[in-house]
């Protein structure tokens, strides 16, 4: 019963948090990861775009390097390089305008200033080396060590990096000598393959955090909300069947109180067939007592009128005292033979209601149901062979092998036998085996049973004569009181037209001292 009622509350107050932890775990577990994609493909789609930035201002740069630099007119904006070496470094065109020669680093360092005025672009652009030319290129902390990374044949390095409170994400990727550039930076020394510097490309992060702030925001709603629902359905489920279970439980439990209630029945109705099987018992004997004891009555009469004559013979006197102690005697062996049928009653019906240990022999047990059966059995031809030592004492609840051995004769006498309609033979061994078990060996030779009716045998109100008042609980009683009042095992085995047989085994109790 505890654990019934356990069982639904169990489901509210553990599963159920369980459950809710678990999900929880788990949807926080799926957003923190669905955060850290959408983050790591945002800065996946940055770099990809920090590449072509730098792609393309490499493609420009090739385009100059291939012309072996660009003419353009001298202003203050685009002075005349300082650092190019060049044997037509300035020329003048046939108006005397100067035009000077623009070298890929510096036509992109101008991109770059171009790129930083414009308010539009959140982009910056700087051309580095780890010897430059110019002293202004040299290279930032971030870029000395992506250069130095460059030669060991890395291609291309990016990273988020925090400036001025602002975040960056910075991308760089070498630029190697080619063969256009060896017009100008052999004289340093380099050989084609080399790595000449490169350009870093930094793009403000602050745009593509904005919209991953947005997806993470609708990715935290969607989990959310999923969630919820997740939460509502788990609970929903849980509840239901939290409730199914109770409902269930009702049903057996009033199940239970009914077939309790129908056991309890058919023990009171065997209750009842005892007593009216010991009524007609003591019937006999009381009857023929009394009869005795009134033809006694006559024969005292019959002597007075005797000794009132004058004349008597001792032979009259000796016929009529004979008469009276014949029938003193036959009322006397009736009397003794009903106090012994009450005395058995007696026996019999206590110990079938009181639960109470004692010690007893299974023998004599076995003669007290015979006798209290005899009613039933006198008037079939079924023969029942008892084996059993006299010598054998056990200690325990005699009722229960009463009830047991009860129920397997009856049974016999109606399923076997036919009602006691068919001849046979009942024949009950019972023993102590060497392991100190009680052994019960019960047989008849009656009609047997066919194999659809051994599999449902022990089950409760299953039975093939319910029309002729089969209650369906005799096994039933037997099997529950073998295997959970004696701690035993009931084996039966049976072949259609050749009888059943009963094979019981309980453990026997230790007498103990105090009762020996
Ligand atoms: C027309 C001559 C010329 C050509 C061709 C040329 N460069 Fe330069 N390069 C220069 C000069 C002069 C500088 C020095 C400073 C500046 O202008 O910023 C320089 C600077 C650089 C720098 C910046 C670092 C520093 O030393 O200040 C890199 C990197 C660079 N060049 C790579 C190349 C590569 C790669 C090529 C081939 C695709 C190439 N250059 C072709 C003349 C040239």
Redesign the pocket.
């Known amino acids: 019963m505890k654990n019934k009622l356990t069982i639904d509350k169990r489901l509210r107050q553990r599963v159920l948090p369980l459950m809710f932890l678990i999900i929880t775990l788990l949807m926080s577990m799926l957003l923190l990861m669905r955060i850290d994609g959408v983050q790591k493909h945002n800065l996946d789609v940055a770099t990809e775009g920090a590449r072509n930035i730098f792609r393309m201002i490499v493609l420009t ?2 385009w ?2 291939d012309h ?2 660009v003419y353009v007119f001298v202003d203050e904006k685009t002075p005349v ?1 300082e ?4 044997p037509k470094k300035v020329i003048e065109t046939t108006e005397k305008e100067k035009l000077t ?1 623009l ?4 036509m ?2 101008q991109i770059a200033e171009l790129a930083q005025n414009d308010p539009d672009i959140h982009l910056r652009l700087h ?3 780890l ?4 002293p ?2 040299a290279a930032d902390a971030w870029e000395v060590e992506a250069l130095k990374r460059f030669e060991t044949g890395e291609q291309e390095i990016s990273s988020v990096e925090i400036e001025n409170g602002q975040r960056y994400l910075r991308y760089m990727s070498p ?4 063969e ?2 060896l ?3 052999e004289k340093q020394g380099y050989k084609l393959g080399d790595v ?4 870093s490309v930094s793009l403000q992060m602050e745009s593509i955090d904005k919209s991953v702030h947005h997806e993470i925001v609708a990715s935290a709603i969607s989990y959310a909300v999923s969630y919820g629902l997740l939460i509502m359905i788990t609970w929903g489920l849980i509840e239901l069947l939290a409730r199914r279970w109770r409902a269930l439980n009702d049903n057996i439990e009033m199940l239970e109180t009914t077939r309790n209630e129908l056991v309890e029945n058919e023990k009171m109705a065997s209750l009842g067939r005892l007593v009216s099987g010991f009524a007609h018992e003591i019937n006999t004997p009381v009857g023929v007592a009394v009869g005795a004891i009134s033809h006694g009555d006559e024969t005292i009469a019959t002597l007075k009128t005797l000794l009132a004559k004058e004349e008597v013979t001792e032979q009259e006197l000796n016929q009529q005292l004979d008469y009276l102690s014949e029938g003193h005697y036959l009322a006397l062996a009736n009397l003794r033979r009903a106090a012994d049928l009450v005395q058995r009653f007696k026996r019999t019906s206590i110990d079938r209601d009181s639960q109470q240990k004692r010690e007893y022999q299974p023998a004599e047990l076995i003669q007290d149901v015979l006798t209290t059966l005899h009613n039933q059995l006198k008037r079939t031809e079924i023969s029942v062979e008892v084996t059993c030592s006299e010598k054998l004492k056990l200690y325990g609840t005699p009722g229960l092998l009463e009830q047991v051995l009860t129920n397997l004769i009856t049974n016999s006498i109606s399923h076997g036998f036919d009602n006691g309609t068919r001849a046979g033979k009942i024949s009950i061994n019972v023993s102590q085996s060497s392991a100190n078990r009680l052994i019960v060996d019960y047989q008849d030779d009656g009609v047997g049973m066919n194999e659809d009716v051994k599999q449902q045998a022990f089950e409760p109100f299953f039975t093939t004569s319910r029309d002729k008042g089969g209650s369906g609980l005799g096994l039933y009683v037997i099997y529950n009181i073998v295997t959970q009042q004696m701690a035993g095992t009931i084996q039966m085995t049976s072949v259609s037209n050749a009888g059943v047989r009963f094979h019981i085994e309980c453990p026997i109790e230790a007498i103990p001292y105090n009762t020996l």
């Open positions: 740069r090739q100059n390097a072996g630099g390089n650092y190019l070496d060049h020669l070298n890929p680093a510096y992109t360092r051309i580095t080396s010897k430059p030319i110019r202004q290129n630029l190697m000598v080619k256009s550039c017009l100008c930076h000449r510097g490169g350009i």
